[in-house]
């Protein structure tokens, strides 16, 4: 709890420094149809705490004073019911929960419902990165890795004034998926999909969180939403736009492909940083590798080996397998993209070179 406020001070913080609008030292700004409903009620709950807290505490001193003790022989007289009192304390504050929960209930119902003419939007949580897709686009959003910090920052886009539902789903642990200027939040669970539908309402970048904790890198797991004009979104829809897309002949199909199979979250690509879940991959290529089959040479087949057949030959100090198995899941030239980049890393030139010599 006190993560999460801390997480979304920070955000409201540096959203007021960039003078967006509706942002204020407390809220990130309102950017979808949801968020103002949110704070009406965020601001209901607190000022009803606020002034019930005021009106006990100053009952309370002024009670304590009232009926204090004012002489060693005086006695308390016996207490007695009074029915009008013990009713109001329970009748106002049942009143008072009734209303927070149908109001609450009444904006929820309003986040569950997908209106038809809806942008459909799929997410996909992978410890520690997120993928999103559009079904009816045909566009599919990577995540970005920066090799030094291990984060891996995924942007996608939506039109203003839209309706868009997410679906969510997880490839591993519980994720949850959390837009705080939408003020929209939904748990991502394996095997079960859940999801929300929200209208963005001004254009703008804004932040994506994991807001479940998911392991290690669990605050590396990163995403930016961009709100885009009419206009822009537009842009984006034409063929040529190079967003969301993965092209299968530029020169970082490999890394894109490496960051979308989320190899990255567990291989590590940058010169000497530990890895705690799998082998780093800096400059192996064409070096020997200890196995628990014996020493062998880092070449393709060995790379390609590891993919296809995670278990086969297994780095020393990484007994068990925890990579899936990627056996008919990846067409030749995918698998070859992904090798050329791993013997890239750690070239200056990051050119593929033959090893197989
Ligand atoms: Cu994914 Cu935390």
Do not use: H, M, W
């Given at each position: 709890m006190m993560g999460l406020s801390a997480l979304w001070l920070a955000d409201a913080a540096s959203n007021f420094s960039d003078d967006m609008?509706?942002?204020t030292f407390w809220m990130?700004?309102?950017?979808?149809?949801f968020a103002a409903k949110v704070d009406s009620l965020w601001d209901f709950i607190l000022w009803v705490s606020i002034f019930f807290f005021v009106l006990l505490m100053v009952l309370t001193v002024r009670f304590a004073w009232k009926y204090?003790?004012?002489?060693?022989t005086q006695r308390t007289s016996p207490a007695k019911h009074h029915f009008k009192l013990e009713f109001l304390w329970s009748a106002v504050p049942t009143v008072i929960l009734v209303v927070i929960f149908a109001w609450g209930f009444s904006d929820y119902t309003a986040l569950s419902a997908t209106p038809s003419n809806a942008l459909n939007v799929r997410a996909v949580g992978k410890q520690w990165a997120w993928t999103i897709s559009y079904p009816q686009l045909d566009r599919e959003c990577t995540p970005t890795l920066d090799p030094d910090t291990g984060t891996q920052t995924t942007t996608f886009y939506l039109p203003v004034n839209q309706p868009f539902t997410v679906q969510l789903s997880s490839d591993d642990v519980v994720h949850s998926f959390w837009i705080p200027a939408f003020r929209a939040k939904k748990d991502v669970l394996p095997n079960r999909y859940t999801g929300f539908t929200v209208t963005p309402t001004e254009p703008g970048e804004y932040n994506l969180y994991c807001?479940?904790?998911?392991?290690?890198?669990h605050s590396r797991m990163q995403g930016k939403v961009e709100v885009l004009t009419e206009e822009e979104w537009a842009e984006f829809l034409l063929?040529?736009?190079?967003?969301?897309v993965i092209d299968s002949?530029?020169?970082?199909y490999g890394e894109k492909l490496f960051a979308k199979y989320g190899c990255a979250g567990c291989h590590s690509?940058?010169?000497g940083r530990p890895t705690v879940v799998g082998p780093g991959?800096?400059?192996?290529?064409?070096h020997e590798v200890e196995t628990d089959q014996g020493t062998v040479i880092a070449d393709d087949d060995y790379l390609r080996e590891s993919i296809v057949f995670a278990g086969k030959r297994i780095v020393k100090g990484?007994?068990?397998?925890?990579m899936p198995s990627f056996e008919g899941r990846l067409s030749e030239k995918e698998l070859g993209a992904i090798i050329d980049y791993i013997k890239g890393?750690?070239?200056?030139?990051h050119g593929p070179t033959n090893t197989n010599e």
């Open positions: 609008s509706g942002a990130p700004t309102q950017a979808s149809d204090r003790q004012r002489s060693p807001a479940e904790y998911c392991g290690t890198n063929k040529s736009d190079p967003r969301c002949n530029a020169p970082n690509v940058a010169e991959l800096y400059g192996i290529v064409g990484f007994e068990t397998v925890k890393l750690g070239k200056t030139d």
